[in-house]
């Protein structure tokens, strides 16, 4: 008899394939002689794996055809859709950690601004006056397009940097992180191909796993992706989607030249590529630098953004500006799915926010302050041998070398344990191929804990 823990090793690795569905009802598994040499045990192992999982109801055997996956529902599991990774570099764990961990700790590895420097007094005038507001704003479903005045906003803000839009081809949504999603559902099917940058968001990987597509990395250059592997994946892959962030990319900082952004254009042209730029961090650039949905018109790329950064994370709402057809299509799968767009008291509020004057000085007192944050920051991190990768134009992060080689997986599990998150490099590469590098939020560093822990675990791993 095989030995459990070998047995194991094989039902884990049939159950993950079937709820990653990578396996779906109807299927062959592979033979038993070929599982077994893919997981290096004996065919008895195999043979006693299957056998328990027939009996579980999750296979069944056709007389000397093989093993099939039974018409079963199974539940699906995001986790089990990529590699299988540390947790300390895996998406969805660093994720859930940033969003869960006291709000008493050192955050540099988080994405969001500290509460205080956010516009609080704002969003409470905003929250009183709403009190007065129709009964419809605080009673009924949003409107399926997203409430008409915070539509135009946006196109207006979307007009200032180089975009024109009109408000009907604006969608309002749940999140940023929505958009995304809904943009997934319109023109992906399980198995396609999207290219991201590597390396990239991370929960553009998490979010990609969800929807079971395949993800193709090119490597990021301070100038934007590296045209000559990005050409090659096209011509190789043929994916369906380029996701990136043209200005102040998550994580690097950096800004796409207006030769890349043409070229990409180009190829995309020629490669028929849709491109979905996600421009979040769009209002903390000192000035507009080159967009790819501003040079292509929203003819091949979409554009998403949310408020998320500059105003409230608890105040859920993003958008897409893209081809008119294209959001009558997602409006339907918005009520499809969340049956209105974002609740109008949100709209509301962000509305009131957005039209007041001092939202301009607030995000320009944001530029200020994070100027001087990250001058502080990259000076610190350098006393410690952390050299920034770059140095951006703008916004709150510096994408950074540490010394020596160090593993950012092991200082990041070493820094929890003292109450310190941190975002080490391969969370935010598909390939595994960072992993001496880290993304540290200036804004969340000046507690002198930060380098002061940093500091002290990179002594101990050089000794």
């Known amino acids: 008899m095989a030995s459990p823990s070998r047995r194991m090793q094989v039902v884990s690795d049939i159950q993950r394939r079937i709820t990653s569905r990578a396996l779906v009802a109807g299927d062959k598994l592979p033979s038993i002689r070929g599982c077994a040499a893919r997981l290096g045990v004996s065919?008895?192992?195999?043979?006693?794996?299957?056998?328990?999982?027939?009996?579980?109801?999750?296979?069944?055997?056709r007389r000397g055809a093989g093993f099939y996956v039974a018409d079963k529902p199974q539940p699906f599991a995001v986790s089990d859709t990529g590699p299988q990774l540390a947790r300390e570099v895996d998406p969805l764990w660093v994720a859930r950690q940033s969003i869960d961990s006291r709000k008493d700790v050192p955050m540099p590895g988080c994405g969001w601004l500290p509460d205080d420097w956010m516009p609080v007094s704002a969003l409470r005038r905003a929250m009183r006056s709403l009190a007065a507001a129709p009964s419809a704003v605080l009673t009924t479903y949003g409107s399926a397009k997203g409430e008409a005045g915070l539509r135009r906003h946006i196109a207006r803000r979307l007009f200032d940097q180089g975009l024109a839009a009109e408000p009907d081809r604006i969608l309002l949504t749940g999140s940023g992180s929505q958009a995304l999603d809904l943009i997934c559902r319109l023109l992906l099917r399980p198995g396609d191909a999207v290219l991201v940058d590597d390396p990239c968001y991370f929960n553009f990987q998490a979010l990609l796993r969800a929807h079971q597509i395949r993800i193709v990395s090119v490597p990021y250059t301070p100038s934007g992706p590296e045209l000559g592997a990005f050409e090659a994946a096209l011509a190789e892959h043929r994916p369906r989607l380029y996701l990136t962030n043209s200005a102040l990319h998550n994580p690097t900082g950096a800004t796409i030249s207006a030769a890349v952004a043409h070229r990409v254009l180009a190829l995309a042209a020629a490669h028929d590529l849709t491109i979905v730029e996600d421009d979040i961090f769009a209002e903390f650039e000192p000035d507009v630098s080159p967009r790819l949905a501003a040079l292509d018109g929203l003819e091949r790329v979409v554009r998403i953004g949310s408020f998320s950064k500059t105003l409230s994370a608890s105040l859920r709402c993003g958008y897409i500006a893209a081809r008119g057809d294209w959001i009558e299509a997602l409006t339907d799968l918005?009520?499809?799915?969340?049956?209105?767009?974002?609740?109008?008291?949100?709209?509301?509020?962000?509305?009131?926010?957005?039209?007041?004057?001092g939202y301009r000085r607030h995000v320009e007192a944001l530029r200020d302050r994070l100027g001087r944050c990250r001058a502080d920051a990259e000076s610190r991190l350098l006393d410690l041998g952390i050299r920034p990768w770059v140095r951006p134009r703008g916004g709150f992060y510096l994408w950074c070398e540490l010394p020596g080689g160090a593993d950012a997986a092991d200082i990041a599990r070493s820094a929890l344990q003292e109450g310190l998150v941190l975002a080490p490099g391969n969370v935010f590469s598909a390939t595994q191929s960072k992993p001496s590098f880290m993304r540290f939020n200036v804004s969340q560093m000046t507690?002198?804990?930060?380098?002061?822990?940093?500091g002290r675990l990179l002594g101990a791993g050089a000794g």
């Open 43 to 61: 065919p008895s192992t195999v043979a006693e794996a299957y056998d328990q999982l027939a009996a579980e109801g999750v296979i069944f055997a």
């Open 334 to 357: 918005q009520v499809a799915v969340n049956f209105s767009g974002p609740s109008p008291m949100v709209a509301e509020l962000l509305c009131t926010v957005l039209n007041e004057g």
């Open 447 to 454: 507690d002198p804990s930060c380098c002061r822990i940093l």
